[in-house]
């Protein structure tokens, strides 16, 4: 069942998985095995995507199913939003107000059982800087579509880089415009390309 | 030389360029929406807010700039609510909603109902849009907007013309697929396109007289050879395959069709990466579009594949022109005029120059464009 949960999963049909995901609770599974399951499936997503079979549209649809099966299971899981692989903070910075792609990120990032703080759009770079020291995060995301932005990400890691944290702390980078001359400039990491490319970092820096 | 005998020089060279012909130097043609109050010192909020002002400091930045030949979008009233009407969301409006020095931004969200596909498809378009409209501006802004329209598009096209620039395009349209995705919110209107595909086909397909009514009345009043046919989150990289085949091209064709049987030309305004989809736009009718790339798009591989249909206009990056130094835009511009030049090449920032555009880039983007645009 779980396979079955998990290629439905990756081939984007929504009813099947919804209903897979009822029958298995209905069934007695383990909650935590066919949260595992729709977790594989969207490792599949990530995969189909890094060799060109899906798109963003795809990854869009399946965090939108992941998220409807995470809450079918929430009750039974007391799911806090929470994932074990490590803590990430995320914002779009200070001046910008778009929210797309870093929620886009923040979906794969769950799906990917990390711990995401979302602190939403327009975040001052205090505001990231007293998330960090709270929960001991060792990776921030900074999101920003506009150029505007690239000033409040090179302030916002000034910022970090300033303060005394409780571990090193990693900073990526995303956005419309952003390229390697922007990390450069800002003072970042890294920068991803799309939002799957966040995961990678994350899996670099924290799970591996 | 006379400012109308430099318009016709420059009209002359672009034209060149749209069809493919040989050119004494590659034509160079401004965008920098935001960039041009600041770089002459007026408020953001004012530009938003005052048409003529937006107006006269447009003109007012590309005659400080210099030799330019054209402008690819002309400010023709408040350009918060023609953005307004583009993403059919609210704008963030500075002065009001924002300091009066920043950046005007979209607020995308779900502002358009799935049982709103159904009014589209039962009553039109014209009858949806002027019922939705007020969830996300003020009328009396749009009523004002469209009375300045009105008394002043023509003129505002003219005085560019009159001062010897060349507008390259006057209003503008896009395929249903991106005023449905701006009215839906784009996480919203993507899942549509999974969940109820049929249904937003068919709100599509009545919305298509209204968009290519719209780019030929740009394209009428403004007296402008070309009118804007946008394209962001329509892109490929954005969307599956079998998505873009059923919801974008069909209607970019027939938009472009439509628009090329009235002899206008279609400046396809792209955004994003469409990488994979440039063998599809040989189907557009042949030298009847300028393709307007933001540098996400491989515009080596565009020239390659569409450099005997169509123009290829941009693509300096606007985060070069925002962080890079003056060497880097001039390499940028030699290496394009160089690659994808001479012929069938139109210099132009990519997307917008953007409001923190340093101006000595701007400087360099123009003076480079001269250096290695022209043809020996």
């Known amino acids: 069942m779980a396979d079955q949960l998990s290629t439905a999963l990756a081939d984007l049909d929504e009813v099947a998985v919804l209903n897979l995901v009822q029958a298995q609770l209905d069934a007695g599974v383990d909650p935590l095995a066919i949260l595992t399951s729709c977790r594989e499936g969207m490792v599949l997503v990530g995969k189909r995507f890094e060799t060109g079979e899906y798109f963003i549209s795809d990854l869009v649809m ?13 009750s039974r899981l007391k799911l806090d939003g929470s994932g074990t692989n490590g803590v990430v903070v995320i914002g779009t910075v200070k001046g910008d107000i778009h929210d797309i792609g870093k929620d886009l990120v923040v979906g794969l990032l769950r799906a990917a059982n990390y711990d995401v703080r979302d602190l939403g759009v327009d975040v001052p770079p205090q505001k990231f800087v007293d998330v960090v020291k709270e929960t001991g995060a060792t990776v921030v995301g900074l999101s920003g579509l506009l150029t505007i932005s690239f000033e409040a990400m090179k302030q916002t890691i000034a910022a970090l880089r300033a303060a005394e944290l409780p571990a090193p702390v990693k900073v990526m980078i995303g956005g419309g415009s952003v390229t390697d001359l922007v990390r450069a400039h800002v003072g970042a ?20 | 030389m ?10 002359t060279r672009i034209k060149h360029a749209i069809n493919l012909e040989p050119v004494d130097r590659i034509p160079v043609v401004y965008m920098g929406s935001a960039f041009s109050p600041r770089y002459m010192g007026m408020s953001i909020a004012k530009y ?7 107006m006269d400091v447009t003109l007012a930045a ?3 700039l210099g030799d330019l030949d054209g402008c690819n979008l002309i400010p023709a009233g408040r350009i918060t609510v023609i953005l307004t009407g583009q993403w059919l969301s609210r704008i963030a409006v500075p002065g009001r909603d924002l300091p009066a020095d920043s950046l005007w931004q979209v607020q995308e969200a779900e502002m358009m109902t799935v049982e709103d596909y159904d009014t589209i498809i039962n009553q039109g378009w014209r009858a949806f849009e002027a ?12 009523r004002a907007n469209d009375k300045w329209l009105m008394a002043n598009l023509a003129g505002v096209y003219q005085r560019f013309r009159d001062n010897g620039f060349v507008p390259i395009s006057g209003g503008g349209t896009t395929m249903p697929f991106e005023f449905l995705c701006g009215a839906r919110s784009m996480p919203r209107f993507y899942q549509d396109l999974y969940r109820i595909p049929n249904k937003v086909k068919a709100a599509m397909d009545v919305m298509m007289p209204d968009m290519i009514q719209m780019g030929l009345g740009g394209a009428r009043l403004s007296g402008a050879p070309g009118t804007w046919v946008g394209g962001w989150r329509s892109a490929s990289a954005l969307l599956a395959p079998k998505l873009w085949d059923k919801f974008v091209f069909p209607y970019l064709h027939q938009i472009v069709t439509a628009l090329s049987d009235n002899q206008v030309l279609s400046v396809l305004h792209f955004d994003q990466n469409w990488d994979r989809d440039l063998a599809r736009l040989r189907e557009l009718p042949a030298k009847k579009c300028i393709l307007n790339l933001d540098s996400l798009t491989d515009v080596r591989k565009a020239k390659e594949i569409l450099g005997d249909r169509m123009a290829i206009m941009g693509d300096v990056p606007s985060s070069l022109f925002a962080m890079g130094a003056p060497d880097d835009i001039a390499n940028y511009v030699r290496d394009l005029a160089r690659d994808v030049g001479p012929t069938g090449l139109i210099l132009c920032p990519g997307c917008d120059a953007p409001i923190n555009t340093k101006p000595e880039n701007m400087e360099t983007f123009v003076a480079a464009a001269h250096t290695y645009g022209v043809v020996a």
């Open chain 2, 48 to 54: 938003c807010a005052d048409p003529d002002a937006a």
């Open chain 1, 62 to 74: 399946a965090g939108a199913i992941f998220k409807q099966a995470t809450a079918l299971l929430g």
């Open chain 1, 189 to 208: 990491d890294a920068f991803g390309r799309d939002a799957p490319q966040a995961v990678v970092l994350c899996n670099q820096w924290i799970k591996d």
């Open chain 2, 131 to 142: 019922s939705f409209m007020p969830r996300v501006i003020d009328m009396a802004e749009v």
């Open chain 2, 2 to 11: 006379s400012n109308q005998t430099l318009y016709q020089e420059r009209l």
């Open chain 2, 62 to 64: 590309m005659q400080r």
